[in-house]
């Protein structure tokens, strides 16, 4: 008879991708709630430390897959991007800047005032600037919305990630110093770091519509040319130490200007977005130890206040001067809240690299795993309210 360990070992994933996915289909039908809520609920129960389903998480092929799927959806916020709508109003930029700014010095006085020692205040406050874009994309997508608050919550999102890199590198150079003394290296480095992945993501930018238009059929063989190209976008950045997120970002924003079309039926990137979605949304809540969350429920409740008051104060304080009225101003920084796969997946990184951070940053799994389930139903309703979404997107 043979050993069954190694079957069940084997079918995990393929089991837990099955059970999330019905239990999106199901869930979105009877609540109305966005199904990726009900994928990180599955992963997060199905986890190392819960059930105890799927493996603990490691470097593997199956964190190779989730990087390449949140390639793919920051690929297409890049894709998203209008540099020349920022050009004309660039009171969105100031916004988005003054609310990442607030956000880092609140959350950072917040750590501290729970006893948290300065370097994981600082990581915290890094972390929390940022808008997870996987949240974003899929509800966007799912629901199919559209109009001013929508594109405000894409655009700041961008700008989130980029600032909540380079501070989560910077900081993370201070952590390997292990002195103060070396602040200037530290944010040389991950400037580099983030120039580097900028860079890469522009030579892809350029190269792969370059290669379409030799084909002479851009729109039939666009998507799958994108995702092949992110899939070794993604490869080279893990090799070379540098950031996919950016060199993804980048890669569609610098697509988008080169003209080539990514049509509304190539959103998600098809049947392989979709179950690589799923599959990233597993992953990131399986990561999580219901005893972090536990042990940092508390401040992460504070946190997440916090952290919506600083996104709503600064959002809002720019939105007339940016063109819309205070509800739509406040509506957008309600957009922003989603926060958990973008931080999990950097964490990891960071834990892939030999800094080992998880055990110190307990509150920020709390904030995660509360942000993974009501994350995606904050920016629905924000859509909703803003009338650029329908309550349930069998009705888009």
């Known amino acids: 008879m043979p050993d069954l360990l190694p079957i069940l070992t084997s079918l995990a994933w393929p089991i837990a991708l099955a059970i999330a996915w019905l239990a999106g289909e199901f869930g979105q039908r009877f609540t109305g709630l966005p199904r990726i809520s009900f994928y990180g609920l599955v992963g ?7 059930i105890g389903v799927l493996p603990a998480p490691d470097a ?5 897959l989730a990087d390449i799927a949140f390639g793919l959806i920051l690929f297409e916020l890049g894709y998203r991007i209008n540099l020349r709508w920022l050009r004309h109003n660039p009171w969105i930029g100031v916004a988005g ?9 609140l959350v950072y006085l917040v750590a501290l005032a729970f006893g948290s020692s ?9 972390l929390s600037m940022g808008t997870s874009p996987a949240t974003i994309v899929r509800v966007i ?13 894409l655009h700041l999102t961008a700008l989130n990630c980029v600032l909540a890199v380079f501070a989560f590198n910077a900081i993370i150079g201070f952590w390997i110093f292990h002195t103060f003394d070396a602040v200037g290296e530290a944010l040389w480095q991950s400037l580099v770091t983030l120039a580097g992945s900028a860079l890469v993501g522009a030579v892809f930018g350029v190269a792969v519509p370059a290669l379409l238009r030799v084909l002479h059929n851009p729109r039939h063989d666009a998507t799958a040319a994108f995702a092949l190209a992110i ?21 569609g924003l610098t697509a988008r200007h080169r003209r080539i079309a990514f049509s509304q039926a190539q959103r998600n990137f098809g049947a392989l977005g979709e179950v690589l ?18 042990t940092g429920a508390t401040l992460a409740v504070i946190v997440v206040a916090v952290r919506q008051l600083a996104k709503t104060v600064g959002v809002t304080a720019f939105a007339h001067l940016s063109g819309v009225s205070w509800r739509k101003g406040a509506l957008t920084s ?25 055990e110190e940053l307990r509150a920020m799994a709390a904030v995660t795993m509360l942000l993974e389930v009501f994350g995606p139903v904050i920016i629905q309703r924000a859509l909703v309210w803003a009338r650029e979404a329908p309550e349930r997107p069998d009705a888009a």
């Open 44 to 50: 997060f129960a199905l986890g190392s430390t819960q």
């Open 60 to 64: 593997g092929p199956v964190a190779l």
């Open 97 to 105: 800047l003054a609310e990442s700014l607030l956000t880092f010095v």
């Open 118 to 126: 300065q370097l994981v205040a600082l990581m915290m406050a890094a």
């Open 141 to 153: 997508n799912e629901y199919r919305s559209s109009g001013q608050v929508t594109e405000r919550v």
């Open 231 to 251: 899939v070794l976008l993604v490869a080279i950045c893990d090799a070379g130490s540098l950031s996919p997120y950016i060199a993804a970002l980048t890669f």
């Open 277 to 294: 979605t799923v599959l990233l949304f597993i992953y990131a809540a399986s990561t999580l130890d219901w005893r972090q969350v536990a």
């Open 334 to 358: 309600l957009g922003l809240a989603p926060l958990s796969v973008f931080v999990i997946l950097l964490i990891e990184h960071a834990r892939h690299a030999g800094v080992h951070v998880v």
